[in-house]
């Protein structure tokens, strides 16, 4: 008997040992987002919340908020707070309406020539740009604090939403300009059906191969550098599994997609951003200064580092990602409508949260927020699949981030 | 009056995997000054917070007994009430509220279950008598120096009729004339029978008032030393904190002085708050390549702003006079300007100005000098791990990773990452500001060696500190500045710290307290 317990506990000993260097804190939001799918796959009625066409409905429903919450990361890593960012999502659909639209639909606006698709979009984008410069200018060269900079913008640019859509609706919205927040690739199958492959989207598959094969080289090459520096690394099988597990999650949803419509354009947006904006919070200087900025203002300023600037870009940046929301909003609802938006703010700013980001500012990742941003919205449609009440909803969802945030201070207390 | 007040006796105090204190014994006579020594992390504080209820009983091994009475402390409070009163060295002042509101907080006169104010400034004014304060007690603590805030905790601590005041470093952050007050001040307490322990890391203070010194190291006593009867020299303490002979507090060298690199001409500088206050006048200096260069100046002479003024215009307004560096006219627009010209500044307050504490050790070396580790647009993190562990090497950084955080260094560490953030510049001038400040007796001997270091590969430093005898070791010059004004130059040969003392208190009006 006893050596079979000298065994177990040279066998965990073993195991302790092979978790060295794993930063669970870390890992438990993906452990949490996979409970969540996990818990709402069974209790679903027929299952319906892992079906192709509920992964399909998730993103495009999600994108936007996910969307805000990269710009949001950022803004509270550096100690910011932006309240505003619902209001100019709504201002810039209308924005986008007024581009697109009205000189086409509407009686009076014939001398304003109609933008093309793109030219709307990036135009719309611009003026959320601007939107950001205006907010950027008093908090970073005013010196007032974002939060009531962006409470005041929260009112102002709602109001300007409601005078340019002068109390009514403005669309529907241009095929092309609608495809960004409710279309697919390949929709219909067509290279898929040319090569006797119908019941899949061949176009869905080979992006996501191409995905996953992009990932593991990244995690491979990433380590094989750590390794030439002679860095501590995450234990090998720790990193296989780690690894092979993120590749068949991957793999699963996008089969799941090429089986529903194929990929939505919104999720093609969505990951181009999260790898830009991983490259720019991890490996650029401006990333790199927003965590020094939040960290110690006062050492950021004497490091040389130009606060007033770096604070300045990111309402910048942050005016621009809600453009982008905005216009995905409006384009997937055909129309812009006074009350879009609503309350985005307040899903940003949980997702961020959920996404194990500090209120003091100086941490939080963009991919953190993202997985923020799904467990809440996984959260939110499976509770409708359950047919559970908006009253049950809210009080849920006000836990979760409660929760969330107390987990995350409850084991910061144990590391010290 | 040989009775003992306090007996800690055979104090162990565990944390996860450290021995904090180890069978502590400290017998603490009434009516006596009884001052603790040690290097930083032996144990000092660690036995102030099990003496002060911070750690409850039933935490700890062993028995405190206070006036014949072994005690059961849950909490700070339990403490107070028995009259034990801690005054911690960054100092539990609110800054926005009155001295009067500060001395009663949590502790507040009322009647009918409301504050009373006028007894409550009466009171007050009572208090701050005793410690020899004539300010207002309406007057918000921050309109108040850190030497005058200092009295008005001990003024807190009388109000809750202490029988046994610890003060932890009193004194660090005091200049000369009010670490003589308070230490007066102490003289004055114990004539009327009060006890106190006193931690600092002032020898010489040490030496001015205790009665008695107990040294500890590695969380054990080494030895308890009666100040009174023999002579006590400071070497014997520091021999006992540091555990080997300290022969030699600063490593000597052959300066090696090559060409002016640093010039400063008719500087001044105006306060931001009120542009017409002038706070820095027309100050000339200069530092030659190789030399280091102190400037010594009583706290409030101007020595912080002077520096942080020609860093990049990060104090003051309206600056005006001229800052050559090898020659050439620098333009000191910005922070970011001023490093480009060749000067890194190391903060005298490494945890407020210096470091960002949540983040790890080599992303704290690298931020100064970012753009020099971007390669294509991308900072590259494998070479910032490289550079910082060559610096955790060459400086004897005690950490396990270069990707430790840098929060949970001790003070020395923390302050060799400052170093080598600015080493990482590659500047031509050095100014660091207090860089041993709250640091043990074994680093300063370290953070010596580095500045050295750095004069024989032909950099230009200047060392601000209030340290006299620090200066007066390493320095081949020094400036004194009283008032913001350079009042004298002391080359090596005539140093002497009477000399130093008289420049740094030559004020305009020669009626300086």
Known sequence: MPKVIEKISARTENLRNRLEGVDLRQNAIFIALLAVIAFFAITTPMHTSVTPDNWSNLVVQNGYILVLAIGMVMIIIAGHIDLSVGSVACFIGSVAGILVVRPLEQHGWEWLPAFPWWGAILGAIAVGALVGMWQGFWVAYVGIPAFIVTLAGMLLFRGLALMTLQNS???????????????????????????????????????????????????????????????????????????????????????????????????????????????????TTFGRHIYAIGGNLHAAVLSGINVRRVNFWLFVNMGALAALSGILITARMNSAVPSAGNGFELDAI????????????????VIGSIVGGMIQGILGNGMNLNSLGISYQMTIKGLVLLLAVAFDVWSKKRTK | MTENILEMRDITKTFPGVKALVNVDLHVKRGNIHAICGENGAGKSTLMKVLSGVYPHGTYEGDIVFENEVLNLKNIRDSEHLGIVIIHQELALSPHLSIAENIFLNNEIKTRGLIDWNKTNQEAQKLLAKVGLSEDPNTAVKNIGVGKQQLVEIAKALSKRVKLLILDEPTAALNDADSEHLLDLLRQFKSQGMTCIIISHKLNEIAAIADMTTIIRDGEVIETLDMSAGKVDQERIIKAMVGREMNNRYPVREPKIGNEILRVENWTVHHPDDASREVIHNVNFNVKAGEIVGLAGIMGAGRTELARSIFGHSWGVNISGQVHVNGKLANLKTVRHAIDAGIAYSTEDRKRFGLNLIDDIKRNISIASLDDFVKFGLVNDNEEYRVASEYRDSMNIKAPSPNSIVGKLSGGNQQKVVLSQWINVNPEVLILDEPTRGIDVGAKYEIYTIMQELAARGKAVLVISSELPELLGICDRIYAIAEGRITGEVERKDFSPELLMKYMTMTKEATHA
């Open chain 1, 169 to 283: 609706n403005i669309g529907p919205y241009p095929d092309k300009f609608r495809a960004i927040g409710n279309g697919f690739i390949d929709i219909d199958n067509r290279i898929g059906t040319k090569f006797g492959v119908t019941h899949y989207n061949l176009v869905a598959l080979v992006i996501t191969a191409i995905g996953i094969l992009a990932l593991l080289w990244n995690s491979l090459a990433t380590r094989r550098g750590r390794i030439k520096y002679k860095q501590k690394v995450e234990p090998r099988t720790w990193f296989f599994i780690k690894n092979v597990l993120l590749a068949v999650m991957m793999g699963y949803v996008g089969v799941q997609l090429s089986r529903a419509h194929g990929i939505p354009w919104t999720l093609m947006v969505l990951v181009f951003l999260i790898v830009v904006y991983t490259i720019v919070m991890k490996k």
């Open chain 1, 350 to 365: 949980s997702s961020v949260f959920i996404g194990g980001a500090a209120v003091q500012g100086g941490v939080g990742t």
